[in-house]
Nanobody, 114 residues
């Protein structure tokens, strides 16, 4: 079992920045992919960014150039630096980890005002 605890959401004006962090605990087995998904009201949960244990990253097109995902394998943490935020980035952001089984954090609200 892996527990994921997120922090860093909040309210920001368009053009601003936020940093999300997620700490994984509970299992001593290696974690494969870690990343972030988001879910806006009335919409499905979609991938934002993901990073492999080897450091390879992948981003949804809408955040490329604005968001940066990073990972510390020694600490089992993953972060998402979000710059140039837009109102359409407003959503609940969920931390994700895969260890053969998928695990999710509780979610953190990000609200971008216009």
């Amino acid at each position: 079992q892996v527990q994921l605890v997120e922090s860093g959401g909040g309210l920001v004006q368009a053009g601003g920045s936020l940093r999300l962090s997620c700490a994984a605990s509970g299992s001593i087995l290696p974690i494969n992919n870690m990343g972030w998904y988001r879910q806006a009201p009335g919409k499905q949960r979609d991938l934002v960014a993901i990073v492999t244990s080897g450091g390879r990253t992948n981003y949804v097109d809408s955040v490329k150039g604005r968001f940066t995902i990073s990972r510390d394998n020694a600490k089992n943490t993953v972060s998402l630096q979000m710059n140039s935020l837009k109102p359409e980035d407003t959503a609940v952001y969920y931390c994700y980890a895969n260890q053969g089984v998928s695990y999710w954090g509780q979610g953190t609200q990000v609200t971008v005002s216009s």
